[in-house]
């Protein structure tokens, strides 16, 4: 799914008046901030947005995280919270 048509399916639910539903949108600038950003994603089962444009690069943003380091933490949190493998994965 794209992250346009995730947002335009949010907009349709809320105007329809079928659910109330939120974006939770995150800059993972550290360990705890990702794992808490998951955590609460899988917890209310939203939909989770992260905008790692300067936090993840080939060379390490300015989190040290290379975009396979990335991964491979989100992995570990959809492991450590198993609810969040029912959240939809939005990748732009």
């Known amino acids: 799914m794209s992250l346009s048509d ?3 399916t949010i907009i349709r639910l809320r105007q329809s008046g079928r659910a109330e539903i939120t ?10 901030v990702l794992e808490a950003a998951v955590k609460v994603a899988a917890q209310s089962n ?5 905008a ?8 390490g943003g300015y ?17 450590r ?4 493998l029912q959240v939809p994965l939005v990748y732009q």
Not at 81 to 84: F, G, M, N, R
């Open 46 to 50: 939203l939909p989770m947005l992260l």
């Open 23 to 32: 974006l939770l949108a995150v800059c993972p600038n550290s360990v705890a």
């Open 63 to 79: 989190t040290g995280w290379t975009p396979s380091q990335f991964v491979a933490q989100m992995r570990a949190f959809a492991e």
């Open 52 to 59: 790692t444009l300067n936090q993840v690069d080939r060379d």
């Open 81 to 84: 919270y198993p609810q969040v």
């Open 6 to 8: 995730l947002v335009r």
